[in-house]
């Protein structure tokens, strides 16, 4: 059983930054896909990035492609996404997500496991 707990959404301005940290529990951490989505009101759930066990392989959707950088800190049980130059369409609730696997994670959410609940990201123009 792994638990996953995000943090770091608040609001910020277009043009701004955020990372959004996901703590899981866990000895197994390692051999765990990671990947972010993200939801608004109304619309189905959205691939953000996924990364491999390693962090060696990573995925993005193109709409954030250049501007947000998935990581992991396999010590510290953590998956990070790092999102620049944030617009007001980034706005959502982002969830990570886990599934015990060596591939670099999976567009289709129905592929992961594991969810957190989910932290507010809000851009405004």
């Known amino acids: 059983q792994v638990q996953l707990v995000e943090s770091g959404g608040g609001l910020v301005q277009a043009g701004g930054s955020l990372r959004l940290s996901c703590a899981a529990s866990g000895r197994t951490f390692s051999s765990y896909a990671m990947g972010w989505f993200r939801q608004t009101p109304g619309k189905e759930r959205e691939f953000v990035a996924s990364?491999?066990?390693?962090?060696?392989?990573?995925v993005y959707a193109d709409s954030v492609k250049g501007r947000f950088t998935i990581s992991r800190d396999n010590a510290k049980n953590t998956v990070y996404l790092q999102m620049n130059s944030l617009k007001p369409e980034d706005t959502a609730v982002y969830y990570c997500?886990?599934?015990?696997?060596?591939?670099?994670?999976?567009?289709?959410?129905?592929?992961?496991?594991?969810w957190g609940q989910g932290t507010q990201v809000t851009v405004s123009s």
């Open positions: 990364i491999g066990w390693s962090g060696g392989s990573t």
């Open positions: 997500a886990a599934r015990a696997a060596v591939v670099a994670g999976s567009r289709d959410p129905t592929w992961y496991t594991y």
